[in-house]
């Protein structure tokens, strides 16, 4: 095979890994989102029920209540996906990670809910590349379904 050829064909592999990569990103923040938006009803239907509303107000409870719908539903698509269930559980740190960090400064009084909230998700989106990055293989398959029936 040429040098060009060569050239070219590792080319086109990195760039459909990278692509993998990003597809894979771009699939479990969107589980995230709709794992916020179909749990949170749930978590205030619940709340509501046994009369503890007051839980929410607390910005560092809401905070664990919303990574929770985040990793739940993130956790099951990665499941989906064929991951195992220690990529899984270092993704799901990845999530809480940010915002526990952030809990120092609240409670300090030098950050507010706001800045927990906003601080919280954009780290959270750099803690999960950061622990993709840790396992590239693991993200770059273009298909995982066969590793579940491994796993299994």
Known sequence: MSTARTATVLSTAHWLRARAFTR????MVIAMVVGMVALAPVWSWAVER?????LFS????AALVMATDMTIAMSAWMRFRGHGWAPIAEMAAAM????????VPLWAGLVSEATLMVAGHLLMLVTMAAAMLLRPQEYTHTH???HCAQQA
């Open 144 to 146: 995982h379904i066969h």
């Open 50 to 54: 046994i009369g503890a509303t007051e």
């Open 24 to 27: 894979h990103y771009l699939e």
């Open 96 to 103: 809480y990670l940010p915002f526990i960090i952030l809990f």
């Open 58 to 61: 607390r910005p560092d409870l």
